[in-house]
């Protein structure tokens, strides 16, 4: 059983990841000069965010509640970094997945429209910002997860 949340966890946090780096090296490609391309790239955003992204975070995230349920209660990391880890799927979800959507309905409006509409940098700051508070928070779980024995010796010595 661990065998397969392990795997679970792995390609959940694979697809989360990899999803979001497309992202980061798309979204250069995307102007306000040319508001097809702007809502072409949009809608990739869009649509990986919501059956990639969002699914792939889950499955990592679940995978990792159950695999540290199992875990010897005497590891007190585990919490932490489920707290980390939960914290993202709630960003994920209050922040980030309707900015992605808004700003997507923005640079579609901007084209029926013909020029970028002003509540579109909003919604992209809004995307930004967030997403990037998931991206540290990400880097967190991968150190906490690697320095896990410090971690639990400092919080036993506490």
């Known amino acids: 059983m661990n065998h397969f949340l392990k795997i679970g966890r792995f390609v959940g946090g694979a697809g989360f990841l990899g999803s979001v780096m497309v992202y980061i090296a798309i979204t250069p490609l995307a102007s306000g000069d040319n508001l097809y391309q702007l809502v072409m790239i949009r809608l990739v955003i869009k ?10 975070l889950w499955l990592a995230v679940i995978s990792e509640t159950i695999l540290c349920m199992n875990k010897n209660q005497n590891e007190k990391s585990w919490r932490i970094k489920l707290t980390v880890a939960w914290l993202i799927v709630v960003n994920s979800h209050v922040l980030v997945a309707p900015a992605v959507f808004q700003a997507y309905e923005l640079a ?3 084209l029926e429209t013909g020029s970028l509409l002003a509540r579109y940098w909003s919604a992209y700051w809004q995307e930004t910002i967030a997403g990037s508070v998931n991206i540290v928070a990400g880097l967190v ?15 036993k010595n506490a």
């Open 47 to 56: 649509t990986g965010t919501y059956f990639i992204t969002l699914p792939s």
């Open 108 to 110: 579609r409006q901007s």
């Open 141 to 155: 779980l991968v150190f906490l997860s690697t320095k896990k024995d410090c971690i639990d010796e400092h919080i």
